[in-house]
């Protein structure tokens, strides 16, 4: 099977790209290398270019016209940029992708799956969701990604592309192998800052001590990007049997789990020799209280399991922020 991956030189996609090679899937990849790194997509089919640019979409099929499906990875992820700038986001991540579909369509691409977020819920009192879940984006990159979902829904009813949604929680690691990872030297999420106030020796802010969870903190359902990626590999392989007949779906991919700031802070305190100190703070522009996924819908429909729990997620991030430098030119 061949297949093309939007956004495949990011850390997602690129992971993606590698758990297919393990399984025999040739991937493709379209990455405008806004955020995505060249080394990622080396001894990779690599087109350099912007998923709206449809002369390009054109000449990727025209060049492998086996490509069966695509995963559609591309876009901007960072919630308080997408706060700042509503219409590069909206531009970037609902425009584009509208164009891009077309482009698909255009090309007889009849398979999409979509890089979509467990962000877009709005969390019941335990903070646990599950597809049927109420749908409440709480910023703008939130919503760009269930304005998508909607727009692919519409799209899919009456086109010839069927479009699987998968809502990522919260991916942390790196690939086991070492081939890629977080191309961000200093990333903002919460193991990112812990990684960073460990290698400065500084306290680490919990940014958000108020919420209504156990213990103030944040809430987030931790998946290892291996796992998310090995999910990728079941979804094109059962991608009939995971629409269930429908002509667009959605499945969570998440652990189940639900662990607080406070909690993954403990988890990095297990794993290294100087434990991190922590201070809080208020929350940051964007941010929400969180949710986890209470759903056994990806079990069912795609066979996958996570493989992987916090400490090992943890341990790979550690394992590659100290070999990134090395990997990647500055
Ligand atoms: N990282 C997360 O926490 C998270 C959680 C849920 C969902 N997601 C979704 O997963 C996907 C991948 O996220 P990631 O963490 O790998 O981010 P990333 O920034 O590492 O990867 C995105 C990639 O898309 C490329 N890109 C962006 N706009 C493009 C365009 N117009 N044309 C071509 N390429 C373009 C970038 O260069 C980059 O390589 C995104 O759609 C994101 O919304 C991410």
Redesign the pocket.
């Known amino acids: 099977m061949k297949i093309l991956i939007?956004?495949?030189?990011?850390?997602?996609?690129s992971t993606v790209a590698s758990a297919c090679l393990d399984a025999g899937i040739t991937p493709v990849i379209?990455?405008?290398?806004?955020?995505?790194?060249r080394e990622f997509t080396e001894g990779r089919p690599f087109y350099q270019?912007?998923?709206?640019d449809g002369p390009l979409v054109d000449r990727v099929f025209a060049e492998h016209p086996e490509i069966e499906a695509v995963v559609h990875?591309?876009?901007?992820?960072v919630v308080p940029d997408s706060v700042g700038d509503p219409l590069g986001y909206y531009r970037?991540n609902v425009a584009?992708s509208l164009d891009f579909v077309g482009h698909l369509i255009r090309n007889g691409c009849q398979k999409m799956i979509f890089?979509?977020?467990?962000?877009i819920y709005l969390p019941g009192e335990d903070f646990s969701v599950d597809e049927d879940s109420g749908i409440a984006p709480q910023s703008p990159y939130a919503r760009t990604?269930a304005v998508c979902e909607g727009m692919f829904a519409d799209i899919a009813a009456t086109q010839p592309i069927r479009i699987l949604s998968l809502r990522?929680?919260?991916?942390i690691g790196a690939d086991p192998r070492m081939r890629t990872g977080l191309?961000l030297r200093r990333p903002s999420?919460a193991l990112g800052k812990l990684i960073e106030a460990h290698e400065e020796g500084v306290p680490f802010r919990i940014t958000g001590t108020d919420w209504p969870t156990r213990d103030g903190s944040g809430i987030r359902d931790y998946v290892h990007v291996w796992d998310l990626a090995t999910a990728h590999v079941a979804a094109l392989r059962r991608f009939e049997a995971a629409l269930g007949g429908a002509r667009s779906s959605v499945i969570n991919l998440g652990t189940g789990t639900g662990t607080t700031v406070t909690e993954l802070v403990t988890a990095f305190n297990s794993v290294v020799d100087t434990p991190v100190a922590v201070v809080g703070t208020g929350p940051r522009p964007g941010d929400v209280a969180g949710a986890f996924t209470r759903s056994g819908r990806a079990g069912r429909l795609l066979g996958w399991e996570p493989q992987f729990g916090i400490v090992e997620g943890i341990r790979d991030s550690l394992r590659w922020a100290e070999i990134r430098d090395r990997l990647l030119a500055p």
């Not at 890089?115 to 962000?119: L, M, R, T, V």
């Open positions: 939007s956004g495949g030189a990011g850390y997602i996609g379209l990455d405008s290398l806004v955020t995505g790194r270019g912007d998923i709206a990875c591309a876009a901007l992820i970037a584009k890089s979509s977020s467990g962000s990604k990522y929680f919260n991916p191309q999420h």
